[in-house]
């Protein structure tokens, strides 16, 4: 904190078991607010302590029920406003919207950018998020956007379990970039999925693995998933190819019906991802670990709030 200026950090309702990570990690009360659904599908936010001329940070992840919470999310920011609020940075964990994020074909939405304009205009100042689908996104904004990465605790948590000829794994070439820093912090070397998505079904087909995998330990890493479908195949693809274990490492658990069921039938023996999504429709299984991203999180906001530097953190 600085002076009498505590940390003020409140819980949307897509992101509570988060916030009080967070809370608890930066050692400070939660903020108290409340989320009331109607029955006729309205929302209602009320915040339940004063926050005028304070910077507040409200933490709500756009997903399960990705509308309601987008414009639940909304709603705070108009709410910390209009009760006289210094500034509000809107920690968003899981962007959902992202994925839209160009127009790649005739008459559709720029669904990130209408995502952005309606943030903005609502009144944020600040906006803190992690993985975006495509770093660009943060162009779509004209206030300041941290993009926060969960490379080092995934690194530790793989380091951890001491494997031997660690290949890291991009399931496409989009996410080639994101691969090679984890191939860098881990000291490994590095392979493609060469992978042709043809539709808006969430399923993708695997043409080929580039890079070599044979006898070696594999980690695929991604910066989501839903249906488990894409990672699946790729599994099965690098089984063929010779790999002789296959685990994985995915920062956005947007795990959806079906899932679970294709990750239990996959060559896949461990699926770690992080607590930025909560309130998933399915029983996680054994093979499914989540770590926590809540001191990244916390780290973030306590040197925004101190105006530190947030790249120090990711110095890998």
């Not at 309205?42 to 915040?47: A, K, P, Q």
């Not at 909304?74 to 920690?91: H, M, P, Q």
């Not at 209408?114 to 906006?127: F, K, L, M, N, Q």
């Amino acid at each position: 904190m600085i002076g009498d200026d505590p940390m003020m950090v409140f819980a949307g309702s897509g992101s509570r078991q988060l916030t009080a990570r967070i809370c608890d990690y930066l050692h400070i009360p939660q903020g108290l607010n409340e989320t009331l659904h109607f029955s006729d599908g309205n929302t209602f936010v009320r915040i339940q302590e004063n926050v005028r001329g304070r910077r507040v940070y409200v933490v709500q992840s756009t997903v399960f029920p990705t509308n309601d919470n987008f414009v639940e999310l909304l709603f705070w920011i108009d709410a910390f406003k209009r009760a006289g609020a210094e500034s509000v940075t809107v920690v968003i964990p899981y962007f959902s919207y992202a994925k839209g994020d160009k127009k790649d074909e005739p008459r559709v939405s720029i669904r990130a950018r209408v995502c952005a304009d309606a943030i903005e205009v609502a009144g944020a100042d600040r906006v803190v998020t992690m993985d975006l689908h495509a770093p660009q996104i943060q162009g779509f904004f004209h206030r300041p956007v941290d993009n926060l990465y969960a490379l080092p605790t995934m690194c530790e948590r793989i380091k951890a379990l001491r494997l031997n000829n660690v290949v890291i794994v991009s399931p496409d070439v989009g996410f080639a970039k994101q691969a090679r820093r984890y191939a860098s912090c881990l000291g490994v070397s590095i392979a493609i999925a060469d992978k042709e998505r043809v539709a808006h079904d969430e399923k993708a087909e695997v043409l080929q693995i580039i890079g070599n995998v044979k006898d070696q330990t594999v980690v695929v890493v991604d910066d989501f998933l839903t249906s488990g479908g894409t990672l699946a195949s790729v599994s099965e693809k690098l089984i063929e190819h010779g790999a002789t274990e296959v685990y994985a490492a995915v920062t956005h658990g947007v795990l959806t019906g079906g899932s679970i069921e294709r990750i239990n039938r996959s060559p896949i023996r461990k699926l770690f991802i992080t607590d930025t999504v909560e309130n998933q429709p399915v029983q996680f299984s054994e093979k499914i670990e989540v770590i926590s991203v809540a001191p990244l999180f916390a780290e973030a906001i306590k040197r925004i709030h101190n105006r530190e530097s947030i790249s120090e953190m990711f110095r890998y």
